[in-house]
């Protein structure tokens, strides 16, 4: 047999998608599943969005696009950028690909050599340690809980950084936990990374718009290390355009270019149709942006109020994105005297075949005794979820 590579035997699955699969899997065969595992809107793309798209494939643009993006979306992306973030930058600096996904991945194989160290607070995203490993990296990662909302403090990132750190990633608003770093959590730690210039700040930015605080601060906002931070952003969240797969990063030029030239060599420009789509997006109203968004902030305080009522739950109020991570660690040895719970993903396995609710291991992102549900879902789903959530945990002794 042939072998597999060994980058790729290293490679973990992601742990999101493959419980979505078992939640599809299981809804096909009748099941009646809620599936609260994946980070994906339940909405629409809105229809001047869809429009567009229609109008795009009448108008013909349906030929190779340059490696970077339409020139249209790119200036579009810079407007935003300005209007939105008072962060300046050019077309030269934006690179679009296929989702903000694309563009993390780009930025880090461009940037990351064989042994250079990223620091990555956890818990963290599912694919940002793998995307390190294909880099042939050294993830770092700083531990923060639910008893600090999350996130890490300015003295833990300084004790993270040696001489072999190239990165530091950090995500505001999370996945998977919805926190949002405030103004002055961000400046204390720029405080510290002033004194690293030689350390690029990779900012995952897409849940900016899925943010309850009343305020959005950019890392490139911040002038002191602009010249080194590399934004990522797209539409999928915001817009509910998540098949559509349109993402960018903002970078320094020499990155951009970087990342140019690599994804020339490996996708090249991504769909003509879904960059108009996207053009719409930024360029259009975005009232879309703040009805989903209050939808999101109604729904959070509904599946906090219902898993703060179940007894064995830690849980906290997160201010972005649209999840919530709960400790379980008091179900850890747990039984119902047919399964014993040995670990968060026992019981995500669990909740699973009893309470068919499909949530994901905190262990996929780094933190193992939590669980993450996606709260993108009716509030009809939501109750009915944290009903047989509840119910199942009860039988657990």
């Not at 229609?54 to 300005?82: H, W």
């Not at 991504?270 to 360029?283: D, G, L, V």
């Amino acid at each position: 047999m042939i072998n597999i590579s060994d980058r790729i035997k290293a490679l973990a699955p992601s742990a999101t998608l493959a419980m979505s699969q078992k939640s599809a899997e299981l809804k096909a065969q009748g099941v009646d599943v809620i599936n609260m595992s994946v980070g994906e809107p339940d909405f629409n793309t809105p229809a001047h969005i869809k429009a567009a798209a229609i109008e795009a494939i009448a108008d013909n643009f349906t030929f190779y696009t340059p490696v970077p993006g339409y020139m249209s979306l790119r200036e579009a992306i810079c407007d935003k950028l300005r209007e939105e973030n008072g962060v300046s930058y050019t077309p030269a600096q934006i690179v679009v690909g296929n989702g903000a996904k694309q563009e993390l991945c780009n930025v880090i194989l461009a940037t990351v050599n064989p042994g250079d160290e990223v620091i990555i607070p956890t818990p963290a995203w599912v694919s940002y340690v793998e995307m390190v490993k294909l880099a042939e990296g050294k993830c770092v990662q700083v531990p923060a809980t639910i008893d600090s909302n999350f996130k890490i403090t300015p003295a833990q990132l300084e004790a993270a950084i040696t001489p072999a750190t190239r990165m530091v990633l950090l995500c505001s608003p999370s996945n998977p936990t919805g926190s949002v770093y405030s103004r002055a959590e961000l400046q204390a730690l720029v405080d510290v990374l002033v004194k690293y210039p030689d350390i690029i700040i990779l900012a995952d930015e897409i849940y900016e718009h899925i943010n309850y605080t009343g305020e959005f601060t950019s890392l490139a906002s911040f002038p002191e290390v602009h010249d080194r931070v590399v934004l990522i952003n797209g539409v999928s969240k915001a817009y509910a355009m998540t098949g559509w797969r349109i993402g960018f990063c903002a970078a320094p030029l020499h990155i951009a270019k970087a990342v140019s030239k690599l994804q020339g060599q490996y996708t090249s420009g991504c769909s003509s149709i879904a960059q108009k789509a996207a053009e719409a997006a930024y360029t259009g109203s975005q009232e879309c942006v703040e009805t989903m968004r209050k939808a999101f902030e109604r729904r959070r305080d509904l599946i906090v109020k219902l898993a703060s009522m179940i007894p064995g739950l830690k849980v906290n109020r997160p201010d972005g994105a649209f999840y919530l991570f709960p400790e379980v660690t008091a179900f850890i040895g747990r039984t119902d005297g047919t399964t014993t719970i040995t670990s968060s993903g026992d019981l995500t396995m669990y909740l699973l075949e009893h309470a068919r609710v499909a949530t994901v291991d905190g262990a996929a992102f780094c933190l193992d005794g939590y669980i993450r549900l996606s709260y993108a879902t009716s509030d009809d789903n939501i109750k009915e979820a944290m009903k047989r959530i509840a119910a199942a945990l009860a039988r657990l002794h």
